[in-house]
């Protein structure tokens, strides 16, 4: 009984996404798993990367030709790695503004598990089939798969409130200085990037290092 109040006091893990971030979609396929494996749970927010780099006056690596081709061949051998699916968006990146009102919405008039749930969904279907997350048809198709009502999530990307709050996290994300994705936080350290994997697992089970 002890061990299992303890296993819920212990805090859960922060882990930030964009729709459009392939080292969040591999990430996201293991995250749970780990957590699971150390007693914690996994708190998902959905953001959007090009606001923290606004911020940060980044770009993505893929802007610069040099580091897409590279990243490209990354992406898709970091899948491999960890025995996912992944299929080459035909556009990339995309705008993923849609998906990300849908998952708030779930998220604060729902339940979080489904919030995760349409993560998964949303980044399996860009990165495994290739589904245009920016086309309002195709997400639309995707909600309708994924047991929403299509007609109601295209109204919640629409609504000024739903709009507002993913602004409002994406101020967050800017003011918790996060500047990529996946962004993991354990116990108030910050890992960043899929390949975090190994340090985040170590923290877990012997605390700082």
Do not use: C
């Amino acid at each position: 009984m002890d061990r299992q109040a303890n296993h819920a006091a212990r805090p859960a893990i922060d882990f930030w996404f964009d729709f459009s971030s392939p080292y969040s979609y591999v990430a996201s396929e293991w995250i749970e798993a780990l957590a699971a494996r150390h007693g914690r749970t996994v708190r998902w927010h959905a953001m959007l990367l090009g606001a923290t780099f606004q911020a940060a006056e980044l770009k993505s690596p893929v802007s610069y030709p040099l580091k897409r081709e590279y990243s490209m061949r990354d992406f898709a051998r970091s899948a491999r790695f960890e025995g996912v699916p992944f299929t080459p968006p035909e556009r990339f990146p995309i705008a993923t503004q849609n998906a990300a009102r849908v998952f708030w919405w779930l998220h604060d008039e729902h339940d979080p598990a489904r919030a995760a749930a349409w993560a998964h969904a949303g980044l399996r279907a860009y990165f495994a089939r290739g589904v245009m997350l920016d086309d309002a048809a195709a997400l639309k198709r995707l909600a309708g798969e994924s047991g929403l009502d299509p007609e109601a999530a295209e109204a919640v990307w629409a609504d000024p409130r739903w709009k507002a709050r993913l602004k409002q996290v994406n101020e967050q994300a800017v003011a918790a200085g996060i500047f990529g994705a996946p962004w993991i936080v354990v116990d108030g350290e910050p890992f960043w990037g899929n390949d975090r994997r190994a340090q985040i697992e170590r923290w877990l089970a012997q605390g700082p290092f």
